[in-house]
Structure formats: structure tokens, C-alpha cells
């Protein structure tokens, strides 16, 4: 299975940043564009022929990472050549599972970022 990364809402002068970043990992890495936003994550990175748009809408999101077809160990290398170039606080990220493969990107940031503010109480990027 391909080890995809999807990024979302990053700036035109942070995508070849994170690509150099992730290069080294051999991992494919695809930003996605705001017309392909709404189509489910799974599909978006390979993992299932699902690809119709979403019809529940979510909300605009923030800036999401989203990996699919990862092992925990390639999670740990992602993670750790994030927080080097300081990406790692304004990003939100999250791993494709059986339950949000057919999730669009702004669906999974919603819960994601709900998720992260009942365990730490705060909003992401804050300290």
C-alpha cells in the first residue's frame, strides 16, 4: 500500500517546505486543491474507489495532514521531521482509518480539532 500524505490549506510558501521535509521519507505527497476538498480522504489518497464529493459539508478548515496506508513507525518519522521545521503546532494531523476514510478533509478537521480541545483544553497553535 502507498504511504500517502495529504496536505490541506497550506500557503503556496509552505508546500515546498513540507515537501522538502518529507521527501527523504519516500512518501507521496499530495496537496489538495479546493475544488478536490470535498471528496472523501480514503479516496483522495488511494485507499478506496469511493469518490464522490461528500454531501454532509463541514465547515472551513484550518491546515490538516492526513496519512494514509501508514505503519506507527512511518507516524513517528513523519512527526518527528515535522516538529524540526516548526510546522508541527499549526497543523492539525490525523490517520485514515476504516471509520473517516469516507470523511471529506473539513469533516475530519472538524472532529479532529474537537477532539483536540477536549484533551488539552485549548485550541490548537496556542500555548
Not at 13 to 21: F, G, Q, T
Not at 89 to 113: C, F, H
Amino acid at each position: 500500500m502507498k504511504k500517502t500524505v495529504l496536505l490541506y490549506n497550506f500557503s503556496e510558501d509552505e508546500l515546498p517546505k513540507v515537501r522538502r521535509v518529507l521527501l527523504p521519507l519516500k512518501f507521496t505527497v499530495k496537496n489538495v486543491e479546493p475544488e478536490s476538498a470535498d471528496l472523501p480522504v480514503g479516496y483522495l489518497a488511494g485507499l478506496t474507489d469511493e469518490g464522490l464529493p461528500v454531501e454532509e459539508k463541514a465547515e472551513k478548515s484550518g491546515k490538516l495532514l492526513v496519512m494514509g496506508g501508514f505503519l506507527n513507525s512511518d507516524i513517528d518519522k513523519l512527526l518527528a521531521a515535522m516538529r524540526k521545521t516548526g510546522f508541527s503546532k499549526d497543523v492539525l494531523k490525523a490517520v485514515i482509518t476504516p471509520t473517516n476514510a469516507s470523511w471529506s478533509g473539513a469533516q475530519l478537521y472538524s472532529e479532529i480539532l474537537r477532539e483536540h480541545e477536549v484533551m488539552t483544553g485549548k485550541k490548537p497553535g496556542k500555548e
